[in-house]
């Protein structure tokens, strides 16, 4: 069984950065797409960032440049690093992968079917 478990959300001046991490268990992270997302009160879950099973890496329009997705495969873990936060960023921050391995797309909310329990990220203004 599946299990993602995200930590290191919390409260941050903006212009400031904050690390998020994403553990995996059950499965074998270099052989599915994983990927971090968004959902702030009132709007839709909106993707951040996605890192494929080949390594490639997609984000969202409104954090690039700002945030950073990576992954350790020893670890199984995936990471988020947010430089530059704005208020706007504040939301539930979710860790998702997919049910099946080597995925035929990794690059819309949709591809993405196995979700962690989130962590909150406030940035005040």
């Known amino acids: 069984q599946v299990q993602l478990v995200e930590s290191g959300g919390g409260l941050v001046q903006a212009g400031g950065s904050l690390r998020l991490s994403c553990t995996a268990s059950g499965l074998t992270i270099s052989r599915y797409h994983m990927g971090w997302f968004r959902q702030a009160p009132g709007k839709e879950r909106e993707l951040v960032a996605t890192?494929?099973?080949?390594?490639?890496?997609f984000y969202g329009n409104s954090v690039k440049g700002r945030f950073t997705i990576s992954r350790d495969i020893a670890k199984s873990s995936v990471t988020l690093q947010m430089n530059s936060l704005k208020p706007e960023d504040t939301a539930v921050y979710y860790c998702?992968?997919?049910?099946?391995?080597?995925?035929?797309?990794?690059?819309?909310?949709?591809?993405?079917?196995?979700w962690g329990q989130g962590t909150q990220v406030t940035v005040s203004s």
């Open positions: 998702a992968t997919q049910a099946t391995p080597y995925g035929s797309s990794w690059s819309l909310v949709e591809d993405f079917d196995s």
């Open positions: 890192i494929s099973t080949s390594g490639f890496t």
